[in-house]
């Protein structure tokens, strides 16, 4: 069974991270065994407060969770205009993304991601509201829009971005099935009412 780590952080999106949370936990082999262990991570051990209000506990600080092999980055105002500014937070994620199988981004956690130097030489995108910010912002990414998400995988590293806030879904459901089968991903589809057309 394969870890997915979500980071939180206060002001963090509430669909860009419960949207990919619901995905992956829903994710299960047609005998009903899950595929995944999905676990939240804060920078520290204690509750965080994300957009309007809502109050989350995340499962592991940073310091205490287990091995990652997807990790997800949301976004929100807590990533363009809070974290990308905690060195702690770019430092633990450009260390994440080294190891982990599949990295995730959902709307403006692309900032985070450029800002940790994963996104440098790859096409992405991020919320349309965002998209000249983050290309004036990181010249060496290809910043691209009217993509829900988009596949920037190399050799290196499986890595795919998504657009603003709900596109976070469809884009985990591809992560899925990249990470399993097209059948797994049909059924988790269907299971949240959900079509990727």
């Not at 860009?16 to 595929?35: M, N, T, W, Y």
């Not at 920037?152 to 879904?169: F, N, P, Q, W, Y």
Request: proline fraction near 5%; aromatic fraction near 6%; charged fraction near 20%.
């Amino acid at each position: 069974m394969r870890t997915v780590g979500i980071l939180l952080f206060d002001a963090v999106e509430v669909l860009d991270f419960a949207g990919p949370f619901e995905v992956f936990s829903l994710a299960e082999s047609e005998q009903g065994d899950a595929h995944f262990q999905v676990v939240t991570i804060a920078e520290r051990p204690a509750a965080i407060t994300a957009r309007h209000g809502l109050s989350v506990i995340p499962t592991y600080d940073i310091h205490s969770h287990p091995p990652l092999d997807v990790l997800i980055i949301p976004g929100g105002h807590g990533a363009k205009n809070i974290e990308i500014n905690n060195p702690i937070i770019i430092d633990w994620i450009a260390a994440q993304a080294q190891t982990a199988e599949l990295v995730l981004s959902v709307c403006t956690g692309a900032f985070l991601l450029a800002e940790a130097g994963v996104l440098a030489g790859r096409t992405v995108t991020t919320h349309w509201r965002e998209l000249e910010r983050l290309a004036l912002r990181y010249p060496e990414v290809n910043v691209v829009a009217d993509n829900r998400f988009i596949d920037a995988s190399d050799e290196r590293m499986a890595l795919v971005t998504s657009a603003g806030i709900s596109a976070g879904i469809p884009a985990s459901l591809y992560c899925v099935e990249k990470l399993t089968d097209t059948a797994t991903m049909q059924r988790t589809a269907k299971r949240m009412t959900f079509t990727m057309e």
